[in-house]
């Protein structure tokens, strides 16, 4: 099992289910992981869910086998 850190305090996270998944601001500072309980009242992490593969405001990574092509232009 992974250990699951606060990204607005560092301290570990015994109840995932009270986590609040958000986009990091441009500046985020985020400490280092440390031993002692998350005390936040909401537990903060940068990122996507578990199971979302990107966060609502990034695109989603590019499908496996998926060719971009680039835009057709018009002919002359």
């Known amino acids: 099992m992974l250990d699951i850190y606060?990204?607005?305090?560092g301290?570990?996270?015994s109840d995932p289910s009270r986590i609040s998944y958000r986009l990091a601001p441009?500046?985020?500072?985020?400490?280092?992981p440390h031993s002692a309980l998350c005390a936040c009242l909401e537990p903060i992490?940068?990122?996507?869910?578990?199971?979302?593969?990107?966060s609502a405001g990034q695109a989603?990574?590019?499908?496996?086998?998926?060719?971009?092509?680039?835009?057709a232009r018009g002919t002359a």
């Not at 989603?60 to 835009?71: F, K, S």
């Open 6 to 9: 606060c990204d607005t305090c």
């Open 11 to 13: 301290g570990f996270m």
């Open 26 to 32: 441009a500046a985020a500072a985020i400490p280092a």
């Open 45 to 54: 992490i940068y990122g996507p869910p578990p199971g979302r593969p990107s």
């Open 60 to 71: 989603p990574p590019p499908r496996r086998g998926t060719v971009l092509l680039p835009a």
